[in-house]
């Protein structure tokens, strides 16, 4: 059984940066896609970014494209998103998430993904 565990949430300030860890005990991490995923209040669940299986090629959604990073340590099992220049509208929930059987084509899709963390909470101050 796969277990996610995401940390580092918390307060931070508009245009400030902090960074989301998720330490995974799958056996297949290597190879696995995994991707971040955030929930603001009143909404559903949304994409953030992604990295496909062990190509290393990353995934952004247009709303944190050249703010976030997300970033993978093999040997760690460890699922990073690096996060900067915060704005008021990520405030959310975020989450993490991992599949091993994942298509491209379904990176974004929060119905594909058999594993996630529990969630760690952001609260952007403006």
């Known amino acids: 059984q796969v277990q996610l565990a995401e940390s580092g949430g918390g307060l931070a300030q508009a245009g400030g940066s902090l960074r989301l860890s998720c330490a995974a005990s799958a056996r297949a991490f290597s190879s696995a896609t995994v991707a971040w995923f955030r929930q603001l209040p009143g909404k559903e669940r949304e994409f953030v970014a992604g990295i496909f299986r062990s190509y290393g090629r990353t995934y952004y959604a247009d709303h944190v494209k050249g703010r976030f990073t997300i970033s993978r340590d093999n040997a760690q099992k460890t699922i990073i998103l690096e996060m900067n220049n915060l704005k008021f509208e990520d405030t959310a929930v975020y989450f993490c998430?991992?599949?091993?059987?994942?298509?491209?084509?379904?990176?974004?899709?929060?119905?594909?993904?058999?594993?996630w963390g529990q969630g760690t909470k952001l609260t952007v101050s403006s």
């Open positions: 998430a991992l599949d091993e059987r994942m298509i491209l084509s379904s990176l974004r899709n929060t119905t594909q993904y058999d594993y």
